[in-house]
Structure formats: structure tokens, C-alpha cells
């Protein structure tokens, strides 16, 4: 029966949201507070309802009730725990209902947050969720649902993806979809203020946490997919401008521009217009991303149109909501009065450069991953976009934009001195250049690309943290007065530093695959083969039993010059349910480095194909990122982010005294 | 029953394993190489802008499908040969089409494509700089009258006498 409850309660999530928008819409029309107010109460019930299905489904998996489709095809009984949980969002259906559930958990949070948002504000917003969500309740619903039971029921499920059951992808798509789907809060913000046909500094306050929440998460989704890739895939590479990657990215950098637009409109009340159409973009992205996963449409156009009734479903909800937005956004945008001027030179000119960079960097990933699409659909012609396309077009955006970063952050506000800026952190700018020019010499021959961005990334890093140190300084002050100045400081300062921070950290593993060593050769018991400074020896080929499958490891001792390190077992695994190999990448961190083993085919001879890679400072490259979500968290926990509240509660108490 | 197994970025490796059809074999097989280190450099570089065709957006180099496998012994028969990359990529292109290249050449096709990037660059900075022109750049807004003056007064004394205010400029 819960799987019945679960698709009923799935049903009265539905309405719920229905109601989410009916209501406030009518309330809204009719200026009638009471009505107004029901927003709140439908969005917490809505959020409510999608979390039981959710649980109900969840307790089907538990349960291994595979009289559940759903369940059967994805999950088997002799899984362990985690891997059933996460069985749940390992599939189409399952992860729809994630992304609801999160959907209507961040309008469940709005409507219960302690800011204090104008009533017609907030029922705008909340009936903009309570449309999305009934669109996608909608499509679950109808397209997509999970709660189906068959007659026929299997004794076996089928067993959930081998290369699925991982802890790494187990969390990527709830990171991953808290991200894409928080960004709707900006977007229902954005509808809410050309609705309601105001908007000043203090709706980017509202509408900052929510999108700094987004972004952080979705870095940390970023960064885990691409850990996960990395150790998963098996040939060691951390980012392939795959479009269901790039799903991902396009959101980022849109919503990385929507940051940084939003603090220009709550600091100096300037880039109004830009900031709505901004937020309205982000959310576009997460849609489109949304879109070109779920739909099917990226394994091929013809799939898409042979079976396209969930495509058109979504493409339907994307046209919907993107059209209407704009549509909403050209109508009214007029209405929004332009404020707080700047000089040519100054921190908010920096901030619309990065906004012009980060919103052209959004819209080449965007047409690349489209124009194949596209291109077939119109004129039949197949071409591909891969890897060196992104690269050439990519890097030319990033690298100045990344040049120019710590002098941003180094101008002062409404009309700034340049040259001040670039004396501040000359320092930094020296220090950063005598590096990279010591490591092009003493790698001469090798990779340029490396070392130049390695530098660029010590300068981010160097400039972030060393403004926050020339902000502080006082040459009276001492050692001692200057750190706790330094620990004074505003934690968003820090956060931002941090951001900055991560991503020169995230640049200079990157510029550090450059320097990788690579072997491929076929091994045998006793072979020894170089990684960079260490070497390998193979030590024996076991065959045993893990709890769900059954591997073949080879095991590799691993040696620096004098020591034994340790022991990496790289190998083939088979799940149960499954009859497809597994290859399972074996790994040992080193520093800042690591070892990366991949093994082939076993030979009946006993030996065995390896690919063997020392990465240098690989760790940077997610270390960084966690850095830069770390920075975001940080930023939300600023007084400023949470100015809202307090003060309503000091005026409740001023008012009862 | 692949397609039901989809996860974000799983979706893709299913299929491509799907595909390949095959227990995952490596990329490149150390019997593969070849003997020539300078020849195994030009065959890796040039089969990292190959496209495996029956993958999803993956290189020949990184494929471990039958067919990448082939491609990878083919293009090193004719780089060993004495044959030059860029006879390699053109009589590849005539069999298979720019389907194949993972870097899409610059032709009438792919104008939008290329200049896109660029395109949207110059049009924003241009747009940008238009405004900043047109608008100026110094605040001209009308200073405040007395009686604003006298406004602002009384409400910063009021501030002032009430410590517990929570507005942010009163912290330090």
C-alpha cells in the first residue's frame, strides 16, 4: 500500500501547487492579503506531499519491492543500503522526483524564511514555483511515473548500473540538483519584481542567499560528477566537454555572472535590468540542461523523435517558462527604473566585464552543445563538437578574464584608480610572473600552456588573499593587532577571497595535467614501471569475492626511491545481475599528486595490459572547487545575507515594548 | 532498457557502453604502439581529435570500442607508412565526414559556430561602451533640498540614540 500512498500523495503535491499558483494569482489580482498569504501554507503542504512520495518510494526501494517497476528494473536485493537509497535517483523517473522534491523544498524554505519580503512579493514568487513545480508534477505524472506496479512480478530486480553504485555518484545528483533547481528561486524572484514592477537593492538582498546557496552546491555537484568521472571512467581524465557536462556548466557560469551582477544591485542599486534578464538566463540554463539529459534528445535526434513524449513534455515546460519569461522580461523590463551610476573605471565596470565575459562563456558552451542538435535537425549534416572546439574558444575567454580578477576586487567602488590597484598588488603580480618564468625555464621543451596557466592560478590565488591582507594592514597595528584584523573582517570578504582563491587553486591542477607521465605496456608478475618519481612493481593477480561482485585485481606495490609506500589494486569488477566488466581505476594520493593504475585484459600468460599515469597536483583541481563552494558557504553565513530577519525580529520587539 | 538507466552524467557512459557492446577493453593496447616514440606521439595527437563514431562524444583515443580500435591501427599503418597527418584527416574526412573531426572545421556550416563566441563578445562590449558614452559618467542627480537636509539630520540623531539598531553601517 505505501507505494499507493506515495502516488497519491504525488497527486496531492500536484494539487497543492496547482493551488500555489491559483490562489496568489488570485489574490494578487483582487489585492487581497488573506488570499495572498495561502501561498505560503501550499508551498509547505506541497513540499510535504513530494516528500512523502518521495519517502514512499524510497521505502519500495528499501524493501526491494519489485513489484514496482521502478524498482525492479533498478535495484536488486542483494545491494547494500546506501546503493538502495540511491538506487531511488539512479534513474529517469526517480531523479524527476528529486528534482521536485528540491524544487519544492526551496519554495517550502522561502515561504518559511525569515526575510522579510513584501507580501505581494512573495505570493508573486511563490505562485512562479508553485508553476513550475506543477509543470513538472505534471510530467512525472503523466510521462514519468515511478509508482507503476506489474502483475508480473520479477523475483529478481535487475540490478542497479554497476558504474551507478558509487558513494561519489550516489550524492552527485542531489548536489547536482540542488544547484540547477535552486536557481529557480532567482528566477521566480526575477518574475516577481517585472510582476510586481519594482526592484531595488534590497530584492538582490532577498534574492543573494538563494543564489549563493545554488552556486555553492552546484560547484560541489560539479567537482563531485568530475572526481567522479576521473576515478570512474578509467582513462583519467577530469572534464570532456560532454554535453550532459556542459548541462552543467552552462548554469554555472550564468549563475557565477548572476552572483557577482547581484552584489553590484545590492551595493550600488545599479545593473537592475541586466540582473532580471540574468536570473531569468540561469534558470533557462538549468532548464536546457535539464532538458538535454532527460529528453533523450543527446543520444540522437532520432531517438528523440521515435519516442518523444517526454522530450516534447519538457520542451513544452522549457518554452513556457523561457518564453514566458522573456516575454515578461521585454514588456516590462521598461518599467524598471536604471540607478547608481559609475565611472568607466571602477569595481562595477569590472564586475560588467566579468558579466559580459562569464554570460559569453555561458552562450558558447551553450550553441556548442546545441549546434550539432541543431545542424542535423535542419540540414541532416552530422558534426561534432568535442573537446578542442570548447578548448580554442574557452580558454581565450577564461584565461584574461582570470588575469584580470584580482584587480577587479582591488578597485574601489563608483570611480577607482587603476594604477593604485595595480601598484596594491604589484607584488603579487611579480611574485606570480618570477614563478611562472622559473618553471618555464626549468621545463623547457615540455608543455607552455602549463606553466603560463599554473602562474595565472598563483596570481589568482596570491591576489585574492593578498588583498584581503592589504585591506587590513596597518604598518602601526604589529603582527598580532593585523590578524585580528584580519580574522575582523566581514566573513563574505573571506568567502569571496576564498571563491577567487579555489579557482586560481582548481587552475593551477588543471595547468598541471601538463605535466603528467604516461606509460602503457603489458605487465607480468614482478614487472616494475615508472610513475613520475615512483615506480611500480606487480606483486600478484587475485581473483576474490566483494559483496555484490565478483573482481580481478592486480596488485602493485608502490615504491619511491628508498621506500615502500604502499599498495594499489586497480582490476576488473563483475556485479552481480550484470555480465559487463567493470574497470575499477586504482589510485594513491601522493601529496598533492597521485598515482592513477587502469588495468585492460587479463592474458591467459598471466600478464595483464596497464595504463599508468603520475598526475602532478591533480588533487588542486576538485581541491579547489571545494575551496570555492567552501568560500560561498562561508559568504551565506555573513550578517549581511541574513540582515532581513534580525531586524523584523528587533521591530516585533520594539513594537511590544 | 538502457535508456532507463539513466543519471546525469552515467546517461552517456551507458550508452556508450551500450554501444561498444564489448567488456571495456583499454583505450589504447600496448600492442597497438608503435615502435617509432616520434610516430606514437603524432598517432596520440591525432587520435585525440578523432572522433569514436559509434561513442557519444568521445575520441578514438580515449574509445575503447572495436571500431576506435581499428581507426587507432589504421591511422598508425599510414603514419607508419611515411603518410602526413594532414593526408591521414582528409581521407578520413571523405570516408566518414566532419562527423569524425571532434573539432569542426571552419567552413559556411559552422560560421555560427566559430564566430559566435566572438560575435557575442564584441556585440556586448560594444553595447557597453555605447552606454557608458551616452550616459553620464559622473552622479548628477539634484543635491538634497533643506528640508531633506533637515530629514536626514533628525533621522541619523535618532540612530544615533538608539544603539540597539540593527542596521549594518552602525557596526565598528
Not at chain 1, 542599486?269 to 541586466?274: C, E, I, N, S, T
Not at chain 1, 593477480?541 to 586497480?570: A, C, M, W
Not at chain 2, 567552413?107 to 556585440?123: G, I, K, Q, S
Request: proline share 5%.
Amino acid at each position: 500500500m505505501t507505494v499507493e500512498w506515495g502516488h497519491f500523495a504525488l497527486i496531492l503535491a500536484l494539487v497543492l501547487s496547482l493551488c500555489q499558483v491559483g490562489l496568489p494569482f488570485w489574490g494578487l489580482v483582487g489585492r487581497d492579503a488573506a488570499l495572498m498569504q495561502t501561498a505560503r501554507g501550499t508551498a509547505v503542504g506541497s513540499f510535504v506531499f513530494t516528500f512523502l512520495a518521495f519517502t514512499a518510494l524510497s521505502y519500495a526501494y528499501v524493501q526491494s519491492d519489485f513489484s514496482v517497476i521502478n524498482v525492479a528494473m533498478n535495484s536488486h536485493s542483494t545491494k547494500p543500503l546506501a546503493y538502495k537509497i540511491s538506487g531511488v535517483w539512479s534513474n529517469h523517473e526517480g531523479s524527476m522526483l528529486l528534482w521536485v522534491l528540491i524544487l519544492t523544498l526551496f519554495a517550502a524554505l522561502v515561504a518559511m524564511a525569515r526575510q522579510a519580503i513584501p507580501l505581494s512579493l512573495l505570493a508573486a514568487v511563490l505562485m512562479v514555483q508553485g508553476a513550475v513545480a506543477s509543470a513538472f508534477l505534471s510530467f512525472i505524472l503523466m510521462t514519468s511515473n515511478p509508482f507503476l506496479r506489474t502483475l508480473d512480478v520479477p523475483a529478481e530486480g535487475r540490478g542497479l548500473n554497476p558504474i551507478l553504485q558509487d558513494p561519489g555518484l550516489a550524492i552527485h545528483p542531489p548536489l547536482l540538483y540542488i544547484g540547477y533547481v535552486g536557481f529557480s528561486i532567482a528566477f521566480s524572484f526575477a518574475i516577481g519584481a517585472l510582476i510586481h514592477g519594482r526592484i531595488d537593492a534590497v530584492w538582490a538582498r532577498f534574492v543573494r542567499p538563494w543564489t549563493l546557496l545554488a552556486w555553492s552546491f552546484l560547484t560541489l555537484g560539479i567537482a563531485m560528477g568530475s572526481y567522479w568521472a576521473y576515478y570512474e571512467l578509467g582513462w583519467g581524465g577530469f572534464w570532456f566537454w560532454d554535453p550532459v557536462e556542459n548541462a552543467s556548466l552552462m548554469p554555472w557560469l550564468a549563475g557565477t555572472a548572476l552572483l557577482h551582477s547581484t552584489v553590484v544591485m545590492e551595493k550600488r542599486d545599479a545593473l537592475k535590468v541586466w540582473t532580471i534578464l540574468l536570473s531569468i538566463l540561469t534558470f533557462s540554463m538549468s532548464l536546457i540542461g535539464t532538458f538535454l539529459v532527460r529528453s533523450g534528445v543527446l543520444t540522437s535526434v532520432h531517438t528523440f523523435a521515435s519516442d518523444p513524449s517526454r522530450g516534447k513534455f519538457i520542451l513544452g515546460i522549457l518554452v513556457f517558462f523561457i518564453g514566458g519569461g522573456l516575454s515578461l522580461f521585454a514588456w516590462r523590463a521598461n518599467a524598471l527604473r536604471q540607478g547608481g551610476l559609475f565611472a568607466p573605471i571602477s569595481r562595477e565596470a569590472g564586475l560588467v566585464l566579468n558579466n559580459l565575459v562569464l554570460a559569453t562563456m555561458a552562450a558558447t558552451v551553450l550553441i556548442g552543445t546545441l549546434y550539432p542538435l541543431v545542424l542535423e535537425a535542419i540540414s541532416g549534416d552530422k558534426i561534432s563538437v568535442g573537446a578542442p572546439f570548447f578548448e580554442t574558444t574557452m580558454l581565450p575567454l577564461f584565461l584574461p578574464l582570470a588575469v584580470l580578477q584580482p584587480l577587479g576586487t582591488a578597485l574601489s567602488w563608483k570611480r577607482a584608480d587603476v594604477w593604485a590597484a595595480m601598484n596594491r598588488l604589484s607584488w603579487a603580480f611579480g611574485l606570480s610572473l618570477l614563478v611562472m618564468g622559473i618553471v618555464l625555464y626549468a621545463t623547457r621543451g615540455g608543455s607552455v600552456l602549463a606553466p603560463i596557466g599554473a602562474g595565472i592560478g598563483l596570481w589568482l590565488v596570491l591576489g585574492s588573499l593578498g588583498d584581503l591582507w592589504l585591506r587590513v594592514w596597518r604598518a602601526k597595528a604589529g603582527w598580532v593587532g593585523n590578524l585580528s584584523r584580519l580574522t575582523g573582517l566581514p566573513r563574505s570578504a573571506w568567502g569571496t577571497a576564498l571563491a577567487h582563491a579555489g579557482l586560481g587553486i582548481s587552475l593551477i591542477g588543471i595547468a598541471a595535467t601538463g605535466w603528467g607521465t604516461e606509460v602503457i605496456s603489458t605487465v607480468g608478475k614482478g614487472a616494475e614501471v615508472p610513475a613520475g618519481p615512483y615506480r611500480l612493481v606487480l606483486e600478484q593477480v587475485i581473483t576474490r569475492n566483494g559483496p555484490d561482485y565478483r573482481e580481478t585485481i592486480g596488485r602493485f606495490q608502490v615504491y619511491s626511491e628508498h621506500n615502500k609506500l604502499g599498495v594499489i589494486e586497480p582490476g576488473k569488477r563483475i556485479f552481480i545481475g550484470q555480465t559487463m566488466p567493470k574497470t575499477e581505476a586504482g589510485l594513491m594520493t601522493l601529496g598533492l599528486g597521485q598515482i592513477y593504475a587502469s588495468l585492460g585484459d587479463f592474458q591467459p600468460d598471466g600478464t595483464v595490459s596497464l595504463r599508468l599515469y603520475w598526475k602532478p597536483l591533480v588533487v588542486l583541481i576538485w581541491g579547489g572547487a571545494l575551496v570555492m563552494a567552501f568560500g560561498g558557504f562561508l559568504s551565506l553565513l555573513d550578517r549581511r545575507s541574513r540582515i532581513a530577519a534580525p531586524r523584523k525580529a528587533g521591530l516585533a520587539q520594539g513594537d511590544a515594548a | 532498457m538502457w535508456q532507463r538507466v539513466q543519471s546525469l552524467p552515467a546517461f552517456v557512459l551507458v550508452v556508450m557502453l551500450a554501444l561498444s557492446g564489448l567488456a571495456p577493453l583499454h583505450a589504447v593496447e600496448p600492442d597497438e604502439r608503435l615502435a617509432d616514440p616520434a610516430q606514437e606521439v603524432r598517432a596520440r595527437a591525432l587520435s585525440s581529435g578523432l572522433r569514436c563514431l559509434v561513442c557519444q562524444n568521445q575520441s578514438i583515443d580515449d574509445s575503447n570500442a572495436p571500431l576506435a580500435r581499428d581507426l587507432r591501427i589504421l591511422l598508425r599503418e599510414r603514419i607508419a607508412a611515411g603518410d602526413d597527418d594532414a593526408t591521414i584527416t582528409r581521407d578520413l574526412v571523405a570516408r566518414y565526414g566532419d562527423f569524425i573531426l571532434l573539432q569542426p572545421p571552419f567552413n559556411p556550416r559552422t560560421l555560427v559556430l566559430w564566430t559566435a563566441p566572438f560575435v557575442l563578445l564584441a556585440a556586448g562590449g560594444w553595447i557597453l561602451f555605447n552606454r557608458s558614452r551616452r550616459r553620464p559618467a559622473v552622479d548628477k542627480t539634484a543635491p538634497l533640498t533643506e528640508q531633506e537636509r533637515e530629514n536626514l539630520r533628525r533621522l541619523l540623531a535618532q540612530d544615533q540614540a538608539d544603539p540597539h539598531s540593527d542596521h549594518p553601517n552602525h557596526r565598528a
